[in-house]
Nanobody
């Protein structure tokens, strides 16, 4: 599986964006997917994850604002981001792993290139 993230951009505070993570390969449905982000000068942090069975987990900082989902027919995972805040500004990365779908970035085997999200105040 290879991953390609897209959908980032510049948005005003309170706005919305939807990130997509397109996966190549035939076994996408078997993989757990995660979204992480990294702001300048900060460590990469967990945002959201979805298992192969579509159970989800979120960082406390995004609960109620972000929604992770997947469409196995399209080999794509999504991150719908609403009520965006300036502190959400970061490069967002998607990740995949066949045996893991939690919050530890070191457990994910496959990473896509990031997409920049900038939220202006």
């Amino acid at each position: 599986v290879q991953l390609q993230a897209s959908g980032g951009g510049l948005v005003q505070a309170g706005g919305s964006l939807r990130l997509s993570c397109a996966a190549s390969g035939r076994t996408f449905s078997e993989y757990g997917m995660g979204w992480f982000r990294q702001a300048p000068g900060k460590e990469r942090e967990f945002v959201a994850a979805i298992s192969w069975s579509s159970s989800t987990d979120y960082a406390d900082s995004v609960k109620g604002r972000f929604t992770i989902s997947r469409d196995n027919a399209k080999n794509t995972a999504y991150l719908q981001m609403n009520s965006l805040k300036p502190e959400d500004t970061a490069v967002y990365y998607c990740a995949a792993d066949k045996y893991y779908s939690g919050s530890y970035y070191s457990q994910y085997d496959i990473w896509g290139r990031g997409t920049q999200v900038t939220v202006s105040s």
